[in-house]
């Protein structure tokens, strides 16, 4: 069973893998130089948890084919811990972040993302095109015109190869080529070498230097459990986007745990929390990456550069790489959202838009995806807080009232208006065949309702009542005369 596991896992697809693990790599570094500046950290710091959270993952992981690293959204959060406790703490910030995730996944955690509306995943998906897309234009800040030009000659290549051979991914094509003419030409152009300082040694094994203690474990607490979340939430919504890509399902608790293991085996070697990184996803799985392989070559290769080609890497153009991730943001973009913004419910739309601002205001994703779906859950609730009744005399002269509707907390109040016990016959019957009793409040809104009449000596009488409510009647220990049911 478990060759069977490595073989489906592994080399299904060996050879689009490695090439697509290949062009991945190349695109990492430079996020995880940047991802690293953001944190106040060493570049070291980054690229290392890239290497290590992408192997980690590449076993552990529940979604074949996602790409997780370093990323922006985990940084952003990250700069708070350096700039008051140091580094040693980040690293024990990290550890912790990955016991809660594995945590949260072995109880389950992964079912949440069915909750997470449509509207607010396509409105998560715009916004990370947009912040990716956002994320490049520093690099044209008092560039020259052959930087306008190598990334024009970037997407140009990326767009235009595959109509020759789909053999190599055109991304790792056009980095090569971009590469091989910056060199040629001496160009005058931004380098990888320019983020940051790359040193060319391996990660070590590295306890986080902390006193442990639950003074500490409180101090870092709160950060954890933040960067657990939001690291959560990123890699459900990007293993959800795989799936749609990839027409493949996904194991999404195993890869809440895997991020986890991932996580912990990161904060012992000295790099920082990470999770699933979308832009470089979205890469490998248009380069034709499917299974775990292109994950752990993206890591491996990533590491391969670091430690043998470094000189090398060190050369790479920014051009080359900024027109990458333009590529990305295009392609991650979901165009047919706005060719169908007319025809798609105004909640629907303005949930989507709300999500887009908030993740392109604050650059957090998980802050953005929250907000959608808090403001999607009142739409819902608002929608269904709709209480009516029909009331007719029958030919026994009872009164009839036909609910529709809900019964819930949200309708509670307007469900007793419903009724004019002063003015009503001896005998009612309110009829629930259209109607659900959801909660507690529901079945004290009945019991209110049937107190009014019985003070007045009249009776009540339901009918239509389906299993559940009456379970639920039963529960709370609400009798009422169904014999007209």
Not at 319 to 329: F, K, N, P, Q, T
């Amino acid at each position: 069973m478990f060759l069977d596991w490595i073989k489906q896992g592994f080399f299904s697809n060996v050879r689009r893998d490695l090439l697509s693990g290949l062009t991945v790599a190349f695109a990492l570094i430079p996020e995880a130089i940047a991802f690293s500046l953001m944190a106040g950290v060493d570049p070291m710091v980054g690229l290392y948890a890239s290497f290590l959270i992408a192997v980690s993952i590449s076993f552990f992981g529940g979604r074949p084919g996602m790409i997780s690293a370093a990323t922006g959204a985990m940084a952003s959060l990250m700069g708070p811990i350096v700039a008051k406790y140091g580094i040693e703490y980040l690293f024990a910030t990290t550890v912790l972040t990955g016991i809660l995730q594995w945590v949260m996944g072995a109880l389950k955690f992964g079912r949440f993302i069915s909750f997470v509306p449509q509207p607010v995943i396509v409105g998560f998906v715009n916004a990370l095109a947009i912040v990716i897309f956002m994320a490049q234009l520093p690099n044209f800040v008092d560039a020259t015109w052959v930087m306008y030009l190598m990334v024009a000659g970037t997407l140009l290549i990326i767009y235009l190869f595959p109509l020759l051979t789909k053999a190599v991914p055109s991304a790792l094509v056009a980095i090569i080529i971009m590469t091989i003419v910056s060199v040629l030409t001496h160009a005058d152009v931004k380098t990888v070498g320019d983020m940051g300082a790359i040193t060319q040694t391996l990660p070590s094994f590295h306890i986080p230097d902390v006193s442990l203690s639950f003074h500490m474990i409180l101090t870092v607490l709160p950060y954890a459990l933040a960067l657990a979340v939001v690291g959560m939430t990123e890699s459900l919504l990007t293993a959800n986007l795989v799936d749609e890509l990839t027409d493949t399902g996904s194991n999404k608790n195993r890869e809440i745990k895997g991020q986890g293991i991932a996580n912990i085996i990161t904060g012992f070697f000295g790099g920082m929390a990470g999770c699933a990184m979308i832009g470089q996803t979205v890469i490998n799985v248009k380069s034709g990456g499917r299974s775990r392989l292109s994950t752990f070559v993206a890591g491996v290769f990533l590491l391969f550069l670091i430690i043998v080609l470094g000189s090398v890497v060190k050369v790479i153009p920014m051009a080359a790489l900024v027109g990458v991730m333009v590529m990305v943001s295009v392609g991650t973009f979901d165009w047919h959202s706005l060719r169908t913004l007319k025809k798609v419910p105004i909640g629907d739309t303005v949930v989507m838009i709300v999500t887009v601002a908030i993740v392109v205001a604050t650059s957090n994703l998980a802050l953005g995806v929250i907000a959608g779906v808090i403001l999607s859950a009142l739409r819902f609730g608002w929608k269904m807080a709709r209480i009516h009744a029909h009331a007719v005399i029958n030919d026994k002269g009872m009164k009839v009232y036909t609910i529709e509707g809900q019964l819930f907390f949200g309708t509670m109040s307007h469900f007793i208006q419903l009724f004019d016990a002063q003015n009503d016959p001896d005998e009612i019957v309110i009829d629930f065949s259209h109607s659900h009793l959801w909660d507690q409040s529901a079945t004290n809104a009945l019991s209110k309702v049937a107190g009014k009449y019985e003070a007045l000596g009249k009776r009540v009488a339901v009918k239509g009542i389906n299993p559940e409510s009456r379970r639920l009647m039963d529960q709370i220990g609400l009798t009422l005369d169904s014999s007209h049911s």
